[in-house]
């Protein structure tokens, strides 16, 4: 499934890498990708993004290649558009069916996280939409909980409804220690929404407990593996009105 969140920051990572630990703990393969990461550092072996590098080691083993896991790497830490506009480069699908066929062949699940929001463009002439309907991917919205949530998540539910994708679920990220009155939130999320809530997932006191939190999204894991990875479906798939 396509995981998005109703902005940059909304715990889209965070509750992918949830969610993979949470697949595997019901047995499952299962894979996360970032077709297109902008914010990438330079190393030996390429660029590199870090939410691709959680993702690829939320995978456990055998690793998935990093180019399957993050086909399209921008340096310049901004919008995909002007970082690849910024290196040149211009982003194309077919890399990113190619590797999504190559993780989907030796796993079950794969979770492919989007970047920003939903309407944040992928590249020129690529949105979110177009990635779910040429992966024929069903849609996860993470909603940040912070304040804000509910206007980002009713419009960014419509959108994808609109593009006439299929909105799975969605769960609830504590982004900010701060919020108050978050489960009133959670619940005028829920009668706001017109899809489950997969899940809320509690703030970790470091990264290295973001694994931990994965029996927070057993629900979206069980949703999550009525979803098999297969080859991409074709130019409407799943997501077919
Ligand atoms: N449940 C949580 N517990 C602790 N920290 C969290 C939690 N959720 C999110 N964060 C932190 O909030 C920040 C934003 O979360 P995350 O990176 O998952 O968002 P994102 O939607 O993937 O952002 P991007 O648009 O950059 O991909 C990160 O620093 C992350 O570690
Ligand atoms: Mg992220």
New binding site residues.
């Given amino acids: 499934m396509l995981v998005t969140?109703t902005d940059?920051?909304?715990?889209?990572?965070?509750a992918s890498v949830a969610l993979l630990h949470a697949l595997r703990a019901r047995g499952l393969r299962a894979v996360g990708m970032k077709p297109v990461a902008a914010g990438c550092r330079s190393t030996p072996q390429g660029l590199r993004n870090d939410?691709a590098l959680a993702l690829q080691a939320a995978a456990g083993d055998p690793r998935p290649a990093y180019g399957d896991v993050n086909p399209w790497a921008l340096e310049a830490a901004t919008a995909p558009q002007l970082a690849a506009r910024s290196a040149g480069v211009r982003v194309s699908m077919p890399p990113i069916r190619a590797a999504y066929a190559g993780l989907a062949a030796g796993a079950d699940v794969v979770v492919v996280?989007g970047?920003?929001g939903w309407l944040s463009p992928l590249a020129d002439g690529i949105e979110h939409a177009d990635l779910a309907h040429a992966l024929g991917l069903p849609v996860i919205l993470?909603a940040g909980l912070r304040l804000g949530c509910l206007n980002h998540a009713r419009l960014t539910a419509r959108a994808i409804t609109a593009d006439g994708c299929r909105l799975l679920g969605w769960i609830g990220?504590?982004?900010d220690p701060a919020f108050e009155r978050r489960d009133d939130y959670l619940a005028l999320l829920g009668s706001a929404l017109d899809a489950p809530c997969l899940g809320v997932?509690?703030?970790?006191a470091r990264?290295a407990g973001i694994p931990a939190?994965a029996p927070h999204l057993a629900a979206a894991a069980a949703a999550a593996a009525q979803v098999p990875a297969g080859d991409a479906p074709g130019p409407r798939g799943f997501c077919a009105p």
């Fill in positions: 969140g940059t920051g909304a715990g889209k990572s965070v939410d996280e970047a920003g993470v990220c504590a982004v997932v509690p703030r970790a990264p939190l």
